[in-house]
């Protein structure tokens, strides 16, 4: 489990452009042309669905996807929760990987605000949820027990693409057994990229998916629910009951839109990225680099516990900011490091240890 809270950043100090920032892919910020692509973008209010720009963004993911309709939201918490709100009733039950962001990291609140069972599911060595692991959690028609709904999937999980033909199973077991399924794909385009299987391919068996444009793609803000027109139109409800509708919110769809258009196919930097920083870290003995659970732009390392603080201070002294955790902690590549940067990190890493 990772915490958010124990970076050794000062926060009043500036972040961008004085520190190489390995604790998220989230910390990038917008580009030149990207804020210039959303200074230009034409705006209108949106709750009275009259801007353009949130309405291009919309239909242009919903494209990509080749599913009805899309759905701007300002967080992927809140996309996740109106898709789980949309699904299920009050009472009624989502299955969801034990590890996965939707149960993990998101202070339950389909359960806090919407009365429905969040249950966690156990997933294999690649954090996939399997038809066996399933199969007995889906509750009979008998009133000790909460209706089973929906089945709630991540791609990709801490980095690692799920495996394609397990997805497709579980989604075939659920839709015999009459549930829906809502993917978290925050990460999905780091999934097609490293796959080559098309965004289509990758949730053609899915209800609904949630992706991130603020996770590696470099825009500031926002996420899309992508699913057909009936489920979409619950989710508008849901959203503004959450407080989530926005006004002339164009201003940040210009970047989103910015991010889908240009910012996708350069995700495989990243990816070639993190696996030279998990060659480089790899040399070192004192380190355990989870070498096969580089797949995307995330590198596991291990190490003891009792040098935590002194490895983090040093890396932060050269400019390195980490965010270290007892057990595996992650390093995330995203657009804000160049490879000459992973060249310093592995210095300062091989200082440190082989010195
Ligand atoms: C896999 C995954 N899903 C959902 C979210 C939630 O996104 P947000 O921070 O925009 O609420 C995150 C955030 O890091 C995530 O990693």
Redesign the pocket.
């Known amino acids: 489990m990772y915490s958010y809270h124990n970076s050794t950043l000062n926060q009043s100090t500036s972040i961008s452009g004085t520190l190489i920032d390995l604790r998220?892919d989230?910390v990038t910020l917008p580009s030149e042309d990207m804020l210039k692509a959303a200074y230009r973008s034409p705006l209108g209010d949106d709750v009275y669905s009259e801007d353009f720009t949130v309405l291009e963004l919309q239909s242009f993911a919903a494209e990509m996807f080749h599913k009805d309709s899309a759905l701007f939201f300002?967080?992927?918490?809140?996309?996740?929760l109106a898709a789980i709100l949309s699904h299920c009733n009050r009472g009624e039950e989502a299955l969801v990987g034990r590890e996965?962001?939707?149960f993990s990291?998101?202070a339950h609140g389909a359960s806090v605000l919407g009365s429905v069972a969040l249950s966690p599911i156990d997933t294999n060595y690649n954090d996939e949820l399997t038809v066996e692991s399933l199969k007995n959690e889906i509750k009979p028609d008998d009133s000790h027990y909460p209706i089973t709904k929906l089945v709630c999937l991540?791609n990709?999980?801490s980095g690692k693409v799920q495996d394609q033909h397990k997805i497709d199973e579980v989604c075939r077991l659920a839709h015999k057994s009459g549930l829906k399924i809502h993917l978290?794909g925050?990460?999905i385009f780091h999934a097609h990229v490293h796959s080559g299987l098309s965004l289509e391919s990758l949730t053609s068996n899915i209800d609904s998916v949630?992706v991130?444009l603020?996770?590696g793609l470099g825009s500031p803000i926002g996420?899309l629910l992508i699913g057909n027109e009936e489920l979409i139109e619950k989710a508008k409800r849901i959203r503004k009951l959450l407080g989530g509708g926005m006004r002339q919110v164009g201003i940040i769809a210009g970047c989103g839109l910015y991010a889908l258009q240009n910012n996708i196919e350069r995700l495989s930097d990243d990816h070639s990225n993190a696996k030279r920083l998990a060659d480089g870290l790899s040399t070192i003995e004192q380190l355990e680099v989870t070498y096969e659970e580089t797949q995307t732009n995330m590198v596991f390392i291990e190490f003891s516990e009792a040098i935590e603080g002194e490895l983090s201070r040093h890396l932060f002294e050269n400019k390195v900011n980490t965010t270290f955790t007892s057990g595996k902690s992650r390093l995330v590549c995203h657009m804000g490091i160049s490879t000459e940067n992973i060249d310093h990190i592995i210095k300062c890493f091989v200082k440190f240890f082989c010195h």
Do not use: L
């Open positions: 998220s989230t300002p967080s992927g918490t809140q996309s996740n996965y962001h939707s990291h998101e991540e990709t999980v978290d925050a990460r949630s991130c603020s996770k996420s």
